[in-house]
């Protein structure tokens, strides 16, 4: 059984559950990654986040509940909203229309059909990695918690490298990298449990890093790295191409660690850096 019909398992219990409360712990464990790795690889695939499909799809089949007859509060009950405000919300954030709306003659509504991934050919450009198993290593730094929605990460992890750019934070923490096979700033997201994650801007060293830093130990991983070079754009593009095109066909899965994005160079509009991802040999079935 390959990554593609662990996914697609995964997107037939969402759809299994969508009259209800759908868990993206028990839907990433069917893909058998973590929940963070997972709503990634979707968003990379569907091309939107996970919380926006189970949103888009719930809204799909309620208005069609609403066209045969299906009174409006037991609609929204049926797809897990307590308040009738809450599904009129999300009901027009989808259809531009209130359910009440449905009724009427010629009413517009969208369709979202239900996803099916599945293995394409895609361009012939080259993507350079090499593969590196490293022993575990210490980091410092700051951090904060991520959201269990990706998309919304991709706003609060930006605003924090601002802001730790601008009280000078971020050569404070430069200043303490002295482990040379762990070189430049690093961005580093932490498992810390299924559905919990913490995000790190930090050097890899072992000196004494004070009150103000938090230290953890990065445990022992072979990595898949990937060179880079130019914006912040261009890291969310390698990434995708990562998962998209790399992961499929390089007889690797993700391994339940951290990713890692390391800064060689601290320029913003043309940087050099590296993107790691755990990974492990995949399983021969």
């Known amino acids: 059984m390959d990554w593609i019909t662990k996914l697609n398992e995964a997107v037939s219990y969402i759809e299994e559950n969508l009259t209800g409360s759908v868990d993206c712990g028990k ?41 045969h007859g299906d009174k409006v509060l037991d609609v929204a009950l049926r797809y897990g909203y307590e308040s009738p405000t809450a599904f009129n919300r999300a009901f027009k954030a989808v259809h531009g229309i209130v359910p009440s709306a449905v009724k009427k003659q ?17 361009g012939g450009t080259e993507l350079s990695y090499f593969i590196e198993k490293k022993e575990s290593f210490r980091i410092a730094g700051i951090s904060i918690e ?38 430049g700033i690093l ?44 914006t ?14 790399w992961l499929p066909s390089s007889g690797y899965e993700y391994d339940n660690g951290p990713d890692v994005e390391v800064y060689l160079t601290p320029d913003p509009k043309h940087a050099k850096y590296e993107v790691w991802i755990p990974v492990v040999k995949k399983r021969q079935m």
Request: aromatic fraction near 10%.
């Open 146 to 183: 991520l959201d269990n929605d990706l998309e919304k990460n991709f706003a609060k992890v930006p605003k924090m490298w601002m802001k730790a750019a601008l009280l000078g934070t971020v050569k404070k923490i430069a200043s303490l990298q002295n482990n040379s096979g762990v070189p």
């Open 187 to 230: 961005g580093v997201s932490i498992p810390e449990s299924a559905d919990k994650w913490s995000y790190y801007i930090a050097s890899a060293t072992d000196k004494d890093a004070g009150h103000k830093f938090s230290t953890r130990i990065i445990p022992s991983f072979t990595w898949a790295v990937f060179p880079g070079e130019g």
């Open 106 to 122: 010629r009413a517009l509504m969208k369709a979202f059909p239900r996803v099916s991934f599945s293995v394409a050919i895609t």
């Open 232 to 245: 912040n754009k261009d890291i969310q593009i390698l990434e995708k191409r990562i998962v998209t095109e």
């Open 27 to 67: 839907a990433a464990e069917i893909a058998e990654c973590s929940t963070y790795h997972f709503q990634r690889m979707f968003a990379y695939l569907a091309n939107t986040s996970l919380s926006e499909y189970i949103r888009r799809r719930k809204m799909s089949l309620a208005a069609a509940d609403l066209q």
